[in-house]
């Protein structure tokens, strides 16, 4: 080897360790967010226990991060392409980890919902932007597919993942150094910030002010709606007094932006078909996926007995086979096929797992009745994560990454809100009086979570056309 081509493959090795570590930094920042409600679930019963709380009370504590961090990621998406994408992303992180922290001492519940809400800003200004910076820094192509494989393997992981640490924590150390560690992560991902990522882009323009006003009261609304609905009943006060106002401002949000000069939702952003179909599968990944994380805990704790810890262990198998199907498997496919293959194989197995789960009966076993669909749950969401994040920024331009990822994520979370509340509607109405009765209510709901998926699985495999459509 010349001289010349020694320093080239040091600078080409050079180059890719630093690609490597801003993938660690954005993927660190993913985990962050999608782990503060599995890390601080499992601490629920001791948060409880020290001040006091009533049910009703200690449910704030993951309401007010689901609703800030719903409500507020079409705003954050459009402000990371307006003001920055880098900058954007280091106040989110830098929100979220100072929050962790006061959290961490809380002195009183007040602090304590206070401080989550801020976690949920700090988590809606930087997932979005994260999204868009990882495509500035790896172009389309085989080493996006890669990245993007690797990034959201993180994320898909990291809920059940910060249940199992969270519970691990809180019995080792007490809940308060759950909030330590997300202090601790947070801080190494900011220290990363300025050191391995691009500026990312930004495009100066005015911020859609009625367009803001209208989507942040409608989305916050609606998420705090949902979330009451599913604690409190669908027909209290407070539930269709939230819900109603929500839809007439959401509406009217649409009205407005059909005829904003800078809209903050560019309305011709949907016409991308890989935007849409990645959306779809977003919403029936979460609302199976988290359905399951729901359901299954009632059933493994409620019907056969387990402990809490035991039934949080159970589900680490799929979080391990989708942490290495995204990893390993999804990045080659989408490299030789696209989003659009992997979706369609990955829905099919979800759909698939939850009709297994259908069969679990009142004294099921572990590894006949309820691996087997862990196990295909863990690999079609290791197909269907990483693809539904490459396929929301296929063709869409650079100026509109940011509220591309914003509405990808928006989707995961109407998933894991209104889909899982439906889910839950299903089995309530379904179910019976005594054990059997409530597996009953359980079977039904994943009998709908199976054909969501299935069917979401038809529909991408026939939309083939318009997946080349860019913005």
Known sequence: MTGANRVQAQQRASFETRRGLSLAVLAGALGLDLSGLGLLNAALPSVGAEFALADATLQLTMTAYAVTFAGLLLLAGRSADVFGHRTVFSLGVAAFTVAAFVCAVAPTVEVLIAARAVQGIGAALSAPAALALLAAVFPEGPARNRAMSVYASVGAASFSAGVVLGGLLTGLFGWRWVLVFSVVVGAVVLAGIGAFLPPGNRRRQQLDLPGTALVTAGLLLAVFGVSNGGAKGWTEPVTVGTLAPAVVLLVAFLLWERRAPDPLLPLTIFRSVPLRI????????????????????????????YSAAASGLAVVPSSVILFLTATFVTGRMLSRWGPRPPM???????????????????????????????????????????AMTVGSLTRVATHLHGVAGALNVTAQQIGSSVGVAALVAIAAVAAAPGTNGALAGYHAAYLAAAALSFAGALVIAFTRSGWGAEQ
């Open 278 to 305: 990645s959306g779809l599968a977003a919403l029936l990944n979460y609302t199976a996926g988290v359905g399951l994380l729901f359901f299954a805990p009632l059933y493994m704790q409620g019907v056969l007995g």
């Open 344 to 386: 369609i194989v990955g829905l099919a197995l979800i759909g698939t797992a939850m009709t297994a789960w259908t069969f679990t009966p009142v004294d099921g076993d572990y590894w006949r009745h309820l691996l087997p669909g862990l196990l295909l749950t863990g690999v079609g969401q290791g197909l269907v994560f990483p």
